[in-house]
Structures are given as C-alpha cells and as structure tokens.
C-alpha cells in the first residue's frame, strides 16, 4: 500500500450504511515504518532469522548451522533486518550477537507463520 493508497483509508465513502465508523488510522510516518518493517520481513531466510532470534541472541556463525544457509547470505539478510529496525548486533570480543529489538516483531512473524500453517481458507 502506497502512502496515497493510505489516504484513501481516511475516507469514509466505502464504508456501508449501518456499518461502524472506519477505526483512526496512526499518522503517514507510522504506517511508512510499518511498510519497512514489513518488507524487511518479507524474505523466508529473514523469516527464520527472527524465529531463530524469538527467544535468545545469537551470532552469525550459530544462524548459519541452525538455518543450514551460508555465511554471506546470513550477513546480508543481517543487514537488511538491521537497517530496518528489526535486530541490533552487540559485540562480543569477535563474535556479533543479534537480538531483536522488541517481542513485537516475533508476534508478527508468529502470527504470519501460524496464520500460513492454518493453510487456504474457504
């Protein structure tokens, strides 16, 4: 969804007499984060990255044997979920550990992977 696209969520011509009022929606800026947020998410390497980081930091080597893809490929996606606010890298003599920056972001990575395992819905 485009930012214009997201004015047209504040109109209230689609809404159907007798229907509840459209919820407010957060401001340009919000839902614009939200968007990054959203496509750093939208690789299934990133996906795993996040599951892997839900319940402890981790460095890179220890994501490379848990998700069985290499090192560069790893970092890349590092950087990506790093740039967009999704995990921060602490040093740690030579080692980089990687942890989520808050739970929100592994609920939505839950919920989206909950919500796929659920399978097609009628």
């Known amino acids: 969804m485009s930012i214009s696209d997201a ?15 459209p919820a407010a929606l957060p401001s340009k800026d919000t839902l614009s984060a939200a968007g990054d ?14 599951l892997q980081l839900r319940d402890a930091e981790r460095c890179v080597h ?20 790093k740039s967009a606010g999704v995990v921060r890298g602490e040093r740690n003599g030579r080692e ?19 919500h796929a395992e659920e399978g097609p819905r009628p």
Do not use: C, N, W
């Not at 220890?62 to 979920?81: D, F, M, N, Y």
């Open 62 to 81: 220890e994501l490379v044997e848990a998700l069985g893809v290499t090192q560069p490929l790893i970092s890349q996606h590092l950087r990506v979920l």
């Open 7 to 21: 004015d047209d969520l504040h109109t209230t011509e689609h809404v159907p007499s007798g229907s509840r009022p």
């Open 37 to 50: 947020i959203l496509r750093a998410l939208a690789a299934p390497v990133r996906i795993a990255i996040v």
């Open 96 to 114: 980089v550990f990687y942890r989520l920056v808050d739970d929100h972001l592994a609920h939505i990575v839950i919920d989206a992977v909950a």
